[in-house]
């Protein structure tokens, strides 16, 4: 397998926890200035991409101010930091759950988003921890959605990340879920729910399809009282949102979610009550550094579990 080139560190400083950007001039192209080739392919416009110039904020691998006028050079990269959009505080903390020399295991709330996307910059978890725990090399080994709770696993050196990654993409990781959920009794648990789920650019639900399965997950009653239950989720497969996906094709979606089965009006920034009741719960592997053997479990309790009344009133 060919390797891939490391991209070379870059010239500014993490702000807020957060990298600066990195724009490489593709070969190929024949713009005649850096300049026109940003105003070109940044949704930035002309103006903003001036003045970021005129004032000295697009840098060189050196770190050296971009002039207006230089010419284009194909295959060079320059860098900047973007203005962070106004984001609403998630007023809940991420509690690290296991540290050592490789690995951050935090346990993260919900609301918050794993890596900096979108409107969700400084106020994710990896821009948190990296401040709170003063490891700006700090990277994500993969994702959990921003309104599922639980446990996300950091590297600390990025050497390694790419080995822990690996643990995700080739599947060995073992991963357990908690949901709460309505209760049906005339559903026969527990079962392995097969489909194939589309998730398609631009459009906020995934779908069901006909066609191959591509999504596998184990669903067990673990309890239930008054009319809801709590269950254990065990993926076999990582589609987006599958256990959301396969909850609500049971007839069971999960409490608090804004998409499934149907998609909910958004609600304001700042509005942080009644959060899906979605938990990664565990996570176990063999450490592909260390050898060790590795098995997290959350303490969280999910609201709705604890206190109905109190979640559903927010």
Same mark, same amino acid.
Request: avoid cysteine; charge should be neutral; hydrophobic fraction near 40%.
């Given at each position: ?43 930035? =416009? ?9 004032? =000295? ?43 050592? /020399? ?27 921890? *990296? ?62 729910? *097969? ?16 066609? /191959?399965?591509?999504?596998?997950? *184990? ?90 009344? /109190?979640?559903?009133?927010?």
């Amino acid at each position: 397998m060919r390797r891939r080139t490391p991209p070379p560190p870059p010239p500014l400083p993490q702000r807020d926890g957060v990298d600066p950007v990195r724009v490489r001039l593709p070969p190929g192209d024949a713009w005649e200035t850096v300049r026109d080739h940003l105003v070109a392919r940044l949704a930035a =416009g002309a103006e903003v991409i001036d003045g970021m110039l005129e004032t =000295g904020r697009i840098v060189d691998a050196a770190g050296r101010a971009v002039p207006p006028d230089m010419a284009y050079v194909p295959g060079m990269s320059v860098w900047f930091h973007r203005d962070l959009p106004d984001e609403e505080r998630v007023p809940f903390p991420i509690d690290v759950i296991y540290r050592d /020399e490789h690995l951050v295991v935090a346990d993260k709330p919900h609301f918050l988003a794993t890596t900096p996307r979108g409107s969700h910059v400084a106020e994710t978890a990896l821009a948190r921890l *990296r401040r709170q725990l003063d490891i700006p090399a700090l990277g994500a080994a993969h994702r959990l959605d921003r309104l599922t709770a639980g446990l996300v696993m950091f590297t600390v050196r990025p050497e390694e990340r790419g080995a822990y990654q690996s643990l995700f993409r080739d599947r060995r990781v073992a991963k357990e879920y908690e949901a709460v959920a309505p209760y049906d009794p005339a559903l026969p648990l527990p079962r392995t729910v *097969r489909s194939r789920i589309v998730k398609e650019r631009g459009v906020l639900a995934a779908q069901e399809v006909e066609g /191959e399965p591509n999504a596998v997950s *184990r669903v067990e009653l673990l309890e239930h009282r008054d009319g809801h239950a709590r269950y254990r989720l065990t993926p076999g497969t990582g589609q987006t949102h599958q256990l959301r996906v396969h909850m609500s094709a049971l007839g069971v979606p999960i409490l608090g979610d804004p998409l499934y089965p149907v998609v909910t009006a958004p609600v304001a920034p700042g509005d942080f009550r009644r959060p899906l009741q979605l938990l990664a719960r565990v996570l176990e592997f063999t450490d592909p550094v260390t050898g060790r053997e590795h098995r997290f479990v959350s303490p969280r309790v999910l609201r709705a579990w604890s206190s109905y009344a /109190e979640w559903a009133a927010g």
